[in-house]
């Protein structure tokens, strides 16, 4: 998420809400979420449950933390803009035409 983060824009999040399933098991939360949320590697959403921007059950929990049936998970998910490339002056010479 090094190179995710600067492209983050927390200003246009959305909130997203997850009921646990039965069927989705006891997992971790860390994979629970990498696996519902597009572009958002398991690193990644380790960071944004550091950086208190998922909740369970309406408190801040931890990456590790096992989920049960019925557990209420909400995501401030960030809009992810596109990679900027910048162009760069390079001189080149001409070695056949």
């Known amino acids: ?6 492209r983050l824009d927390f200003d246009r999040a959305r ?3 997850f009921r ?4 989705d098991g006891a997992g971790r939360l860390d994979a629970y979420l990498a696996a519902r949320l597009d572009g958002f590697s398991r ?3 380790q960071r ?5 921007h998922v909740r369970v059950n309406g408190a801040d929990s931890r990456a590790a933390a096992r989920l049960r ?3 209420e998970i ?3 998910e960030p ?9 760069e002056d390079l001189p080149l010479e001409v070695v056949l035409e």
Not at 20 to 23: K, M, N
Not at 80 to 86: G, N, T
């Open 69 to 71: 049936a019925g557990d």
């Open 79 to 87: 809009e992810i803009s596109p990679p900027r490339v910048d162009p």
């Open 1 to 6: 998420m090094d190179d995710l983060a600067p």
């Open 20 to 23: 646990v399933e039965e069927a």
């Open 43 to 45: 690193a990644a959403v």
């Open 15 to 17: 909130r997203r809400r």
């Open 74 to 76: 909400e995501v401030e």
């Open 48 to 52: 944004l449950i550091r950086s208190g």
